[in-house]
């Protein structure tokens, strides 16, 4: 019997290699029409002008807090509020930027970000849509939100934010291996964020007025990163694309059947309400320990009964934010209950509907075994 998976690589290998063949044929690897495709179609899925293609999802995020200084015009660190349940690449690109996270700790039904839990102050806020949730903006409309949704790639109502971030890396729900984009509404921050990418070389505009008669294509306006994707990476995302409406309502079909499928053997365990299930995406399906459970003992069981799973990101207890801010689980409880009691299963679209049966056994089985 076959394990049961987090994630697939699902990849038409013959498309793949055809869009490969086109861009290597075209001798442009660094920046060609597959970019420009690519950009426009995640641009245009999520209601946005444009899309910028860049090497990661972490990537994306960063690029995102410095076009959030250029907007806001602070001659300081920006205050970004931050959910305290994450994966960590969230708090390093705001650690990344010089900027200032402003933990807040999640709702226990969305495991995303509570704004009612949140300080007043802040100046930007980077909500997360957790597993493929859409959280949505915080209540002072006026605030610049950064909508990580690196795990909600398609979801039609991930499209909240002032610049909207996605991650294709290979355990999410389409992949380019690596890779990441931002899309956004705002011309001259995408002028910006184009230039920032490319080493802060100057985007667009009249390079003559400056350098005299010569065209001077390294003319340097910022400090800048290197962090454009490129054509290849493109290429495969184009081929994902593909999939993409195809392979959300398979997952959601099957997210659905393990929630049948956990309440009809009365697993001991906190599983998403009907209203995460109607609007998330499911990159992957949360679930949630009682205390009297070890976590460790529920994981392991499952992985020798064939189902493979993981901790639902614990954020504040990683030993780096605790050399950073020391021990601050214990100011965000709802956190720090699933820093030590969440996990998620797969419920990806190659799995059937027997699968979902399989992982809601196994996880009844693991509990009791754990107890």
């Excluded at 690519?38 to 293609?53: N, T």
């Excluded at 999410?172 to 002028?191: A, D, Q, Y």
Aim: with cysteine; proline share 4%.
């Amino acid at each position: 019997m076959s394990r049961l998976t987090i994630g697939i690589l699902d990849i038409d290998k013959d498309d793949v290699l055809r869009r490969i063949k086109t861009v290597l044929d075209s001798g442009f690897l660094s920046s060609g029409k597959e970019i420009v495709e690519f950009e426009y179609k995640v641009a245009q899925l999520h209601q946005k002008s444009f899309g910028i293609f860049v090497n990661s999802g972490q990537s994306a995020l960063e690029v995102a807090l410095e076009l959030a200084k250029e907007h806001l015009k602070k001659d300081r660190p920006l205050k970004v509020l931050v959910p305290a349940t994450t994966y960590a690449a969230t708090l390093w690109a705001i650690i990344n930027t010089g900027n200032i996270p402003v933990f807040c700790d999640i709702d226990s039904n969305t495991f995303c970000i509570d704004y009612t839990k949140a300080p007043e102050e802040y100046d930007v806020a980077l909500p997360v849509d957790l597993c493929g949730y859409p959280v949505g903006r915080p209540p002072n409309k006026d605030v610049f939100v950064i909508e990580d949704a690196c795990e909600a790639i398609g979801n039609p109502k991930c499209t909240y934010g002032d610049i909207v971030c996605f991650s294709f890396y290979v355990s999410h729900i389409i992949t380019t291996g690596n890779g990441g984009m931002l899309c956004l509404n705002n011309v001259h921050l995408e002028s910006y964020a184009r230039s920032y990418i490319a080493h802060g070389r100057r985007y667009g505009g009249d390079f003559t007025k400056h350098t005299g008669e010569w065209v001077d294509r390294f003319f340097f306006d910022k400090v800048g990163v290197s962090y454009r994707g490129d054509c290849l990476h493109a290429a495969l995302g184009l081929s994902q694309l593909e999939k993409l409406l195809d392979i959300i309502p398979i997952r959601k079909r099957n997210a659905v059947e393990l929630l049948y499928q956990l309440k009809e053997y009365k697993a001991p365990v906190q599983w998403p309400s009907q209203e995460y299930l109607d609007d998330c995406v499911f990159q992957f399906f949360p679930l949630v320990l009682e205390d009297n459970v070890d976590r460790t003992t529920v994981l392991k069981d499952l992985f020798i009964r064939g189902v493979d799973s993981r901790v639902l990101f614990p954020l504040t207890t990683q030993p780096a934010v605790k050399t950073l801010y020391g021990d601050i689980s214990q100011n965000y409880p709802v956190s720090a209950k699933i820093n030590t009691q969440g996990f998620i299963v797969g419920c990806h679209q190659h799995m059937t509907m027997e699968d979902m049966e399989r992982i809601a056994l196994r996880v009844r089985e693991a509990i009791r075994y754990a107890t």
